[in-house]
């Protein structure tokens, strides 16, 4: 093999080594069997990565004999926060290359807070959460943004939620990289919400997955071969905005009228109150969750016939009350789509999406060190990664 040949195969077999390492602390010999290269080429491949602040080495398992050292990523090797920033919250989660929860905390925020003040909450929630645990806020790789609407390059390109006043045009990723001074990727919520359910919740072990979040706002994405399928501009999944698909009559409520007959709008309940009435065995109420079943499933039919998921989860606030409607879905959905997916309830809930973002921004840090390994004549330090 020529000497560049050997180089780069050097980095690729110390990014192998990272990739095993980021899922458990390994031996030599464990590391050599996982990356599939000699013994003595792997020593050398943990003692370059140890040198460039990668890797560190734990104490043996058990102290008699002669116990195999352990290796590891270092602590502060791939830290990643995830910014989840809604029209009533923001919740962030810091987080290690092991998608292992380091610190988490939410703010509400109000509905017609503008986004400048929006954004401030938001990175002021960050700063208090790394502030609280050992790191600093410079051991941060990255910080992925989660947020409603459909965004591209950073970018808030659409938003035609409720609220939210200026949203629509904002450069998440400027914005917080002024204020946090960490490089920073935005993608929409409800994407992270499937990447989220596929990765540690009522999702896990599909690859291609649609999420439909049912909460104040309703919405939908699609995981495909494990990645987010954002689409044009990210406009994948808007099809809340086709009228006949009747998600329109969730959002306004409208759907609970026909349960009800002449009776006037001003005195019907509203969404939460409906399912806890239907809880209780409130007739009306049971009916108007039936037409709520009916609309969300016609959406997601079409979700599913365009995209061909192995697996349906439903988010967001109303999931929880998903025991009084799942079957009903599951009918309805049965009857616009062929080949069935499963169907099934969040079980990250809240955390979904903020969970989502972790996934992404760690998915994100290692294909960007794959393309500076494939691309550059040096492996990277730690420390100056992502930089």
């Keep these: 093999m020529r000497g560049a040949e050997r180089r780069i195969q050097r980095r690729i077999n110390m990014l192998a080594t990272i990739r095993a390492l980021m899922q458990e602390s390994l031996s030599i010999t464990q590391i050599s069997e996982k990356i599939s290269v000699s013994r003595p080429a792997t020593e050398q491949v943990v003692a370059d990565l140890a040198q460039l602040g990668w890797l560190q080495e734990l104490e043996p398992l058990t102290a008699g004999g002669r116990p195999a050292i352990r290796w590891t990523l270092s602590a502060d090797a791939l830290l990643v926060l995830s910014m989840d920033i809604g029209a009533h919250h923001v919740t962030v989660n810091l987080a290690n290359h092991r998608g292992n929860l380091l610190g988490t905390s939410s703010v509400d925020l109000a509905e017609d807070l503008g986004a400048t003040e929006r954004v401030d909450a938001a990175c002021e929630c960050a700063a208090k959460v790394v502030a609280r645990s050992q790191f600093e806020m410079e051991q941060i790789r990255l910080i992925c943004v989660g947020s409603p609407g459909a965004v591209s390059d950073g970018r808030v390109n659409y938003f035609g939620g409720h609220g939210m006043p200026g949203w629509q045009g904002t450069n998440l990723s400027a914005e917080v990289e002024k204020r946090l001074h ?92 409906i399912f806890k009435m239907a809880a209780n065995g409130d007739e009306n109420a049971l009916r108007a969750v039936e037409e709520f079943s009916r609309s969300l499933a016609l959406g997601a039919a079409a979700m599913v016939l365009a995209f061909g998921p192995t697996n ?34 969040s079980e990250l809930k809240a955390q979904a999406v903020s969970i989502g973002g972790m996934k992404y921004a760690l998915d994100y840090a290692m294909e960007k060190l794959r393309e500076d390994v494939l691309t550059t004549d040096v492996f990277p330090s730690s420390e100056h990664f992502m930089r």
């Design 182 to 273: 960490r490089p920073a990727v935005v993608a929409g919520d409800c994407s992270l919400g499937a990447l989220g359910e596929a990765w540690k919740g009522g999702a896990k072990g599909h690859e291609d997955v649609v999420y439909i979040l049912s909460g104040m706002r309703t919405g939908a994405a699609a995981i495909i071969g494990g990645k987010v399928h954002a689409g044009n501009r990210g406009s994948a999944g808007l099809i809340g905005e086709l009228d006949a698909l009747r998600w329109r009559d969730i959002e306004n409520e409208t759907f609970i009228k026909s349960a009800y007959g002449q009776v006037d709008s001003g005195d019907l309940p509203g969404r939460k109150e």
């Design 312 to 345: 349906v989860v439903i988010g967001g606030e109303f999931s929880g009350w998903s025991h009084l409607f799942l079957d009903e879905f599951n009918s309805e959905l049965a009857k616009y789509c062929p080949l069935m997916p499963t169907v099934s309830a």
